[in-house]
């Protein structure tokens, strides 16, 4: 069973930076398209960010300019390089693997993350 486990999230005024990292485990990493989603309390689940394994990017216009997603498929870890954090980026953050073999979508557990003064 594929494994996706975060770990970075916590408190931070706004303007600060957080990164997030995401390891994988039980996974061909390569075949993977991955991602970080956010959701907010009464909000639905949105993509912030993915990654193709050859790198290409894609991020919800929220965030451009301020998150950077990355990965490294050797490590089989990917990370979410959050910068000006604003309360509105308040969410759980949820680490996900998509493959684009069986189409099959994998979730992390989640990571808190709130900014707030």
Known sequence: QVQLVESGGGLVQPGGSLRLSCAASRINFSLYIMGWYRQAPGKQRE???SITSGSSTNYVDSVKGRFTISRDNAKTTVDLQMNSLKPEDTAVYYCSGFS???GQRYWGQGTQV???S
């Open 47 to 49: 993509l912030v960010a």
């Open 100 to 102: 684009i073999v069986s």
């Open 114 to 116: 709130t900014v707030s």
